[in-house]
């Protein structure tokens, strides 16, 4: 169960953040890397150190040794039995510690030895996944644009199968929106012929006839009023040009008559 909830997680996951996650975590692994690294360095340099003071205590031993050892024969040979006595039991001291040092620096030089081994091994270990580091740095900018292709070409698929792809009851196809126009076009179209052809359409022009004679004799009579020529519909330039006839025709009394009428009350 928890195995399958992992693969469903990692199949639903953005691929940049888990790429963000592994990346941190190798930042996170060179950090504690170089962490160590600085240890066993800093293990190499005071085990040197102290090298170096016993080798300095292990000088001062032997020379205080060789002195002792040349005052105790003096002193013998001054006669000093108790003070050459004395000088060669200071000189038996520091031949005993002397032993102990040489063995002291003896067991540092090989922990020396071996620390520096260390150290040269944890930096190029630094080395190392530095550059395996910068590796997966570069490949995660590689990485970072194929998924930004990926999802364009996704969308572009995505596009693309949604021209073809039957989509459902509730949005019709364009195929299926031209195919009820069309219908619904030829049926009006149908409708339309088979109206011009009943008894009522035909009543209709008769009417429609009737009411344009009866415009046109009001037409005709108005004209007679006014002086002007009847003309016929074919040539509607005539009628425009006979009624600039008349308008120009009116006289300036005309006219002012008209306008004391208007002015009467």
């Known amino acids: 169960?928890?195995?399958?909830?992992?693969?469903?997680?990692?199949?639903?996951?953005?691929?940049?953040?888990?790429?963000?996650?592994?990346?941190?975590?190798?930042?996170?692994?060179?950090r504690r890397l170089k962490e160590q690294a600085a240890n066993v360095i800093a293990n190499q340099k005071q085990t040197e150190m102290r090298l170096a003071k016993v080798l300095d205590e292990l000088e001062k031993l032997n020379r205080n040794t060789q002195?002792?050892?040349?005052?105790?024969?003096?002193a013998a040979k001054s006669g000093d039995a108790e003070k050459a006595a004395a000088f060669l039991n200071t000189a038996e001291t520091f031949a005993n510690q002397l032993i102990s040092k040489e063995s002291e620096a003896a067991t540092l030089k090989e922990l020396a030895l071996q620390s520096a081994q260390a150290s040269d091994q944890a930096k190029?270990?630094?080395?190392?996944?530095?550059?395996?580091?910068q590796q997966k740095l570069a490949e995660k900018q590689k990485l970072l644009s194929q998924l930004d292709q990926a999802?364009?070409?996704?969308?572009?698929?995505?596009?693309?199968?949604?021209?073809?792809?039957?989509v459902g009851?509730?949005?019709?196809?364009?195929?299926?929106v031209r195919e009820k126009i069309e219908t619904r076009?030829?049926?009006?179209?149908?409708?339309?012929?088979?109206?011009?052809?009943?008894?009522?359409?035909?009543m209709l022009e008769v009417e429609q006839?009737?009411?344009?004679?009866?415009?046109?004799?009001?037409?005709?009579?108005?004209r007679s009023q006014l002086g002007i020529a009847?003309?016929?519909a074919a040539d509607p330039a005539a009628d425009t040009a006979a009624a600039d006839t008349a308008t120009a025709a009116t006289s300036p009394e005309e006219g002012q008559a008209a306008t004391a009428t208007g002015d009467t009350p």
């Open 151 to 166: 999802k364009m070409q996704e969308q572009m698929n995505t596009a693309m199968s949604s021209l073809t792809e039957q």
């Open 67 to 74: 002195q002792a050892v040349i005052m105790a024969d003096e």
């Open 1 to 30: 169960m928890g195995a399958k909830l992992s693969n469903t997680f990692d199949e639903n996951a953005d691929p940049k953040i888990q790429l963000e996650q592994a990346i941190t975590e190798a930042q996170e692994q060179h």
């Open 209 to 222: 006839a009737s009411v344009n004679y009866e415009a046109n004799a009001r037409l005709s009579e108005i």
């Open 185 to 202: 076009y030829a049926k009006a179209k149908g409708t339309s012929e088979i109206q011009g052809m009943s008894v009522e359409s035909k």
């Open 230 to 232: 009847e003309t016929t």
């Open 169 to 176: 009851q509730d949005v019709p196809t364009l195929d299926e």
């Open 124 to 133: 190029a270990a630094v080395q190392q996944n530095s550059r395996v580091l």
